[in-house]
Nanobody, 127 residues
Framework: EVQLVESGGGLVQAGGSLRLSCAAS????????LGWFRRAPGKQREGVAS????????YYANSVKGRFTVSYDNAKNTMYLQMNSLQPADTAVYYC????????????????????WGRGTQVTVSS
């Protein structure tokens, strides 16, 4: 059973940076895509960034391109989200999720394809 644990959230001023981590365990094979999603108060869940476990192919939502960078450390089984130039609109609970690599191109828009989720970490950006 895959388990995911997020960390690294917090309070930051606009223009600041944070790095989120998602520690993964329980993988039974090496053919996954992992993603970051967020849910702001009163809004729908939004896909932010994703990465495939082996080739490190990445995808980003338009709203974070150029500001956020997703990466994966295979030795540590940990996915990261480096978030720069943070804005109040980035305030949300951030979740990591994992799904089959076959969904990599649609994973951010099809979170129902995920088969495991973390509990989330709060990111708050003050103006």
């Amino acid at each position: 059973e895959v388990q995911l644990v997020e960390s690294g959230g917090g309070l930051v001023q606009a223009g600041g940076s944070l790095r989120l981590s998602c520690a993964a365990s329980g993988f039974t094979y090496d053919d996954y895509t992992l993603g970051w999603f967020r849910r702001a108060p009163g809004k729908q869940r939004e896909g932010v960034a994703s990465i495939t476990m082996e080739e490190h192919i990445t995808y980003y939502a338009n709203s974070v391109k150029g500001r956020f960078t997703v990466s994966y450390d295979n030795a540590k089984n940990t996915m990261y989200l480096q978030m720069n130039s943070l804005q109040p609109a980035d305030t949300a609970v951030y979740y990591c999720a994992v799904g089959s690599r076959r969904w990599m191109r649609v994973f951010l828009s099809a979170p129902n394809r995920a088969h495991a989720w973390g509990r989330g970490t709060q990111v708050t950006v003050s103006s």
